[in-house]
Structure formats: structure tokens, C-alpha cells
């Protein structure tokens, strides 16, 4: 079957008509990539977000490879899975109280069904597949985490921890729905193309938010999302760092209204770095590594790396945090501090103590709360530093309001 013959593809969108939007959005833009039988493979997995149901998938896959019939039996299978997966969380839902709003395949489906569409719409699909594939990673890692939540909640037998394992997949639902909203609210056409690194991060807040829940134990049944997000550490991070994404553009908004032009560029390296920076929660030298390298992007490289765009509207001390994290990276996390000259490594050392430091952390981090902790403050730090831009972006365009009106 040829993948690329446009009329055959039209006959299989008509096919997949009775199936769910998310199953039509993700069938045919994944199909036009396909180069290669296992790259087809791969992508339908990842597209149909069932990488979890691969064993059985494969033959299902094969039919896709020889006949429009194959994405009709795809679809039913698919659609299986999410009804045993909606009849095992509406009856967890019901014994346990756990107060939510939609059923986890129906996040899914929606979430995911809305970033292929605004993905397909803008052309991300087809001219920059490595980067879309990249962006769908959150989609993906939640269904594997509301299929394994899922088991466990089947296996145990313990009614405390099964509500921390249901208030787990309450947070999960509404970060799952946020990513969604906000990528397909700031996805635009990359102003040029980088990665982020060759390979993408490692996600992990779902199951250390799932940790912190277990860890507490007593949650009453009937706890909001809200009153959740105050319980989990790791959820008050990731809370954070949304808000960071949100800052960022805010900023970029204010300064073009203004005529100035955007202060963060929206490059691949730079949108996969707001995509994933809310998804890790530092636990070793690795993770808090993914965090500096995400926001060393997205606030150091998308502003014009050595000639900053916001240096104009703020003073060097208001942009600490930035040099913090130039010294976490070049001086630690990705380059040797003890390379160089004598004097260079006795530099390279102080630069690093001093960014520490700057962070509330005495010495090296070791343990998995102290990376989280320094993650923290680095994130608090860095909404300081934009909500600081933003005002001094607003006080430049009303007074440039002002001098306009006096002339």
C-alpha cells in the first residue's frame, strides 16, 4: 500500500468518519510522514497514544500497512480500550468520591485531538516531524501513567491508597487539559529550528506527584484539584512552571502590541523547552539539568543569547537569576568547571559556589529534596525576574502612549 498516494489516504479518512476526532486528527497527518514501514509503525503508536497496548496492537498495525479495513478494526480495538478504561475509572470514581470532571480517555482524546488539529492546521506535522513528535510526548507519558494508575488501583486492596492513587489521576487529568489549552493557545509557526537536545527529557511529575499522595495518606475522598495541588510538592512545582510559560508569553504579547517586537523567539528548541519544563521535577543532577537547559533556552537563547532584547527595559540586578542559570550550565551541569588553567577552574568555581548560593543551597546538591528544592527557587527566582519585564514592558508602552497623546 502506498502511504503517499493522496487519493488512497482520502478513502481512509472517509473510513475513520465514524470514529473519535482524536482517531481522525491523528491518522491521516501521521500517515503522510511515513517514509518507512517502521517509522509507520512507531507513529501510529505514539499518534493513537496506546503505546501501552503494543503487543497487541501489532497486528492491527499490519492491517493498517494493507488495507483501508485495518483503521476500521483499529478504531474498534481502540475504542475497546476506552471503555474497559472508562467502565474501571467511573466504578473507582463512584466507590471512592473522588471528585473530578471528565474520565481520563476522554482528557486524552480531547487534549490530544486538539494539539494535532492545531499542529495540522499551521503545517508542524509535515515540516517538522521530529519537533511534533517531541510535542506530543506529555499526551503520550499521561495515558501510559492513567494505564498504569488504573492497574494498580485493580490490585490494591488498601481504600487509603487507592484514594491517592485516584487524587493522583485527578491532578493528571486537569495538567494534561492545561498543556493542551496552552500549546494550542501559543503554537505558531517556529521562527527557526533547533532541538532542545538529542534526546527529549525524561518526564516524571505524574508519579512523583503520585508518590507525594501516597506519602500523605489521608485525603478526604472528596478533594478538588485545588486542595490536591496543595498537598503534592511536586504539583506546586509544576504549578509554577506553568506560570512561568504563561509570563513568558505575556511578555512576548505586551512588547509586540507595543511595536518592540518579541522579546523571546519562538524557535522549535524554545517551544519544546515550554512543552516539557512542567512535565519534570529535578530528583538527581540529570533531571535538574533538563530543568536549566529548558530555561536556559527559553529565557537566554530565544532572547538573542549575548545580545539579551530585555536588557533595555531592566537593570542587571533585576537579571540575576539569568547569569544563575548561564554559571549552573556552563560551570556544572553541561561543561567540566575544571577545564582550563589554573585560573580559569579557581573562576569557574567561584562562578558556581556564588550561583549556589544565589539559590539558598550551601553546597552541591545530593539528594532527590535537595534537587527539588533548588528547582524551587530557581523557578520562584525566574517568575520574579519576568514578572519584574512585564511591569517595566507595561511602563514603557503607557509612556509611550503618554508621549504620543502630548504630540
Known amino acids: 500500500m502506498d502511504f503517499r498516494d493522496l487519493n488512497r489516504m482520502a478513502e481512509m479518512q472517509r473510513a475513520l468518519a465514524s470514529q473519535s476526532e482524536a482517531l481522525r486528527y491523528a491518522a491521516n497527518p501521521y500517515l503522510k510522514w511515513a517514509k518507512a514501514a517502521e517509522e509507520q509503525e512507531r507513529r501510529l503508536q505514539s499518534a493513537m497514544g496506546v503505546l501501552y497496548y503494543r503487543d497487541h496492537l501489532e497486528p492491527i498495525v499490519n492491517a493498517y500497512k494493507n488495507s483501508v479495513a485495518g483503521i476500521a478494526m483499529a478504531g474498534v480495538e481502540h475504542e475497546k480500550w476506552y471503555q474497559i478504561l472508562n467502565q474501571q475509572a467511573e466504578e473507582r470514581r463512584r466507590l471512592l468520591g473522588i471528585a473530578s470532571g471528565a474520565l481520563p480517555s476522554t482528557i486524552w482524546e480531547s487534549s490530544m485531538s486538539r494539539v494535532l488539529g492545531s499542529m495540522s492546521d499551521i503545517g ?110 511536586s504539583a506546586r512545582i509544576a504549578q509554577m512552571a506553568r506560570s512561568i510559560n504563561q509570563a513568558v508569553i505575556d511578555c512576548n504579547h505586551i512588547a509586540r502590541v507595543a511595536g518592540l517586537g518579541e522579546i523571546f523567539k519562538p524557535t522549535t528548541a524554545a517551544m519544546e523547552a515550554h512543552n516539557t519544563l512542567p512535565w519534570v521535577i529535578a530528583q538527581d543532577k540529570i533531571t535538574f539539568g533538563s530543568i536549566v537547559d529548558c530555561l536556559y533556552i527559553m529565557l537566554y537563547e530565544a532572547a538573542g543569547n549575548k545580545n539579551l532584547r530585555f536588557t533595555p527595559y531592566v537593570e542587571d540586578k533585576d537579571c540575576t537569576v539569568i547569569w544563575t542559570l548561564k554559571h549552573l550550565r ?60 512585564k511591569g517595566k514592558l507595561t511602563e514603557t508602552v503607557a509612556a509611550d502612549t503618554s508621549n504620543q497623546r502630548a504630540e
Open 124 to 233: 508542524l506535522l509535515d515540516r517538522y516531524p521530529v519537533f511534533s513528535d517531541r510535542l506530543l510526548q506529555p499526551y503520550n507519558y499521561y495515558s501510559e501513567f492513567a494505564r498504569e494508575t488504573y492497574e494498580r488501583l485493580e490490585e490494591s486492596v488498601d481504600d487509603v491508597e487507592n484514594v491517592a492513587l485516584s487524587a493522583s489521576l485527578v491532578l493528571a487529568d486537569e495538567e494534561v487539559s492545561d498543556a493542551a489549552d496552552f500549546l494550542v493557545e501559543t503554537i505558531e509557526e517556529p521562527s527557526e529550528e533547533q532541538q532542545l537536545g538529542e534526546e527529549p527529557p525524561k518526564l516524571n511529575l505524574l508519579e512523583l506527584q503520585r508518590a507525594d499522595l501516597i506519602v500523605i495518606g489521608d485525603i478526604r475522598a472528596d478533594s478538588s484539584y485545588d486542595d490536591l495541588i496543595l498537598l503534592s510538592p
Open 330 to 389: 556552563n560551570k556544572w551541569l553541561r561543561h567540566d568547571a575544571d577545564h582550563g588553567s589554573d585560573g580559569e577552574i579557581r573562576k569557574s568555581r567561584q562562578q558556581l559556589k556564588e550561583a549556589l548560593e544565589s539559590l539558598r543551597a550551601a553546597t552541591m546538591p545530593m539528594t532527590g529534596d535537595q534537587y527539588r528544592q533548588l528547582q524551587q527557587e530557581l523557578l520562584s527566582q525566574t517568575l520574579a525576574f519576568l514578572e519584574t519585564l
